[in-house]
């Protein structure tokens, strides 16, 4: 099974921050690499899919970048409706696997 | 509006069954594959299973192999999974997800609309 690993599990940043979470899969993948958020009490949401393309509505301030083993998720600039958990998930192999999550706070 | 609803789950004693169905709506349910996803309470997501949009692929999580089936039927735009041999490990909110629409009906890849989902506890 191809393991994902986020860092940090958690993090706090004020209103208008700069905000990167790293994923590392266990093996190659490729491009093969897509982020969700998934507030409070609610179902995930795709905000990136292919490592690096915005899904279709999700805000610009949502980038993320990376190929083969090491993945970036970025928020330009943290806005409060940004608090949620973001999940990295490979598709490269079966079974399919997500990250362990990132719980983004507001300082 | 693209929707899914899941339906079923609940409150279900070890070694029991039980069924979840997801109705899908809004857009064409034959064109995708769609997936199952679960979260334990307070922790990360966790692939199930996955079905081709004619069934004729379908895969499984290891800890859920030879316990749970998922199926479909197109022609009521549904999806199921049935779980038999319970325990308390499968306590989760279960959800229904279909697949991205940049891939389709025959591969697995991102999961672009999700349902609400389901609780399910396993509990005696």
């Known amino acids: 099974d191809i393991q994902m690993t986020q860092s940090p599990s958690s993090l706090s940043a004020s209103v208008g921050d700069k905000v990167t979470i790293t994923c590392q899969a266990s093996?190659?993948?490729?491009?093969?690499l897509n982020w969700y958020h998934q507030e409070p009490g609610k179902a995930p949401k795709l905000l990136i899919y292919d490592a690096s393309n915005l899904e279709t509505g999700v805000p610009s301030r949502f980038t993320g970048s990376g190929s083969g083993t090491d993945f970036t998720f970025t928020i330009s600039s943290l806005q409060p409706e940004d608090v949620a958990t973001y999940y990295c998930q490979q598709y490269a192999n079966l079974p399919l696997t997500f990250g362990g999550g990132t719980k983004v706070e507001i300082k | 509006e693209v929707q899914l609803v899941e339906s079923g789950g609940g409150l279900v004693q070890p070694g029991r069954s039980l069924r979840l169905s997801c109705a899908a709506s809004g857009f064409t349910f034959d064109d995708y594959a769609m997936h199952w996803v679960r979260q334990a309470p307070g922790k990360g997501l966790e692939w199930v299973s996955s079905i081709s949009w004619n069934s004729g692929r379908i895969n499984y999580a290891d800890s859920v192999k030879g316990r749970f089936t998922i199926s479909r039927d197109n022609a009521k735009n549904s999806l199921y999974l049935q779980m038999n041999s319970l325990s308390a490990e499968d306590t989760a909110l279960y959800f229904c997800?279909?697949?991205?629409?940049?891939?389709?009906?025959?591969?697995?890849?991102?999961?672009?609309?999700w349902g609400q989902g389901r609780m399910v506890t396993v509990s005696s």
């Open positions: 093996q190659h993948i490729s491009n093969y």
């Open positions: 997800a279909k697949e991205s629409a940049y891939c389709g009906g025959d591969c697995y890849s991102a999961f672009d609309v």
